[in-house]
């Protein structure tokens, strides 16, 4: 069965995001594959690199790097959500004249558009959070 | 329910528009889901009803007026929306206050929505 994720929450501050994780996990780790992943809302944080966590926490965006690596599932952060939360990979960083960009590798920003279509094309679609 | 081509896509909405921004993402997500042509269905639940209540100004608060944005959904001909009976009535809403023309349904006729959509999208 092919599988859509969803990710609303807050990377950090919902559990929900933590919750996604682990469940994209089960679903590389069985026989079904996860066709998209998609970080709407506050998920965008997710694609963030700058993030850098304590050494005792997860590190959340390498997670979900670590799934895309196996799998190939793609993780797709919604660009109106992303650059508005300061999450911006070097083609937008150019086109809004910002010093830098920081989206992570394996992440690709695009539109809502990649949400409707993992929705037409996926069997499942679970929606985490916030 | 959907036929081959356009799947049935229901957006539940639970969430006040304001205080959030979960439920005008929520919308603008429905929104492109329309362009798409995919069969776009929408019930508000809950605090969700809250965003279908007229005379919405938020302009002191600095927020996008989230009415305005409903209003675009008959442009994109999403007229497929249905509110809770049992919430409304809670909130002491009364339908002339709806900004959109709604169908206000009971419990039971929620759970046969959700039922019968092959996607449910819980905002």
């Known amino acids: 069965m092919k599988f859509s994720i969803l990710v609303l929450g807050s990377p ?7 919750t996604a994780l682990r469940f994209a996990k089960a679903v590389v780790a069985s026989e079904h594959s996860l066709y998209r992943v998609f970080f709407y809302h506050d998920a965008v944080q997710c694609g963030n690199a700058l993030v850098t966590p304590p050494q005792d926490d997860v590190d959340i965006p390498a997670e979900w790097q670590q799934i895309s690596e196996t799998d190939t599932a793609e993780l797709i952060v919604c660009i109106a959500s992303a650059l508005k939360r300061g999450v ?4 937008e960083a150019e086109r809004y004249e910002k010093d ?6 394996e992440f690709i920003i695009s ?15 679970i929606t985490f959070g916030p | ?36 042509d995919q069969d776009v269905g929408m019930v508000f639940i809950g605090d969700g009803v809250w965003q279908l209540l007229n005379r919405q100004d938020s302009r002191a608060i600095a927020f996008k007026n989230h009415q305005k944005l409903l209003s675009a959904l008959s442009l994109y001909d999403i007229t497929d929306i249905y509110v809770d009976q ?15 023309k709604a169908h206000i349904v009971s419990d039971t ?5 959700f039922e019968s959509a092959d996607v449910l999208l819980n905002f």
């Not at chain 1, 911006?88 to 083609?91: A, E, I, Q, R, S």
């Not at chain 1, 809502?112 to 929705?119: K, P």
């Not at chain 2, 969430?15 to 929104?31: I, K, M, T, V």
Request: proline share 2%; glycine share 4%.
């Open chain 1, 88 to 91: 911006l990979d070097t083609t």
């Open chain 1, 111 to 125: 539109g809502l558009g990649q949400m409707v279509d993992a929705t037409i094309h996926s069997d499942r679609v």
């Open chain 1, 100 to 105: 830098s960009s920081n989206l992570a590798d």
């Open chain 1, 12 to 18: 950090y501050s919902n559990q929900s995001v933590n």
């Open chain 2, 86 to 100: 049992v919430a409304i009535t809670d909130r002491q809403i009364v339908p002339h206050q709806l900004s959109l």
């Open chain 2, 109 to 113: 006729e929620i759970t046969q929505l």
């Open chain 2, 1 to 36: 329910m959907s036929d081959n081509k356009a799947k049935r896509i229901l957006w539940v909405f639970r969430q006040a528009p304001y205080g959030n921004s979960l439920s005008r993402e929520a919308l603008d997500f429905a929104l492109a889901a329309g362009v798409f």
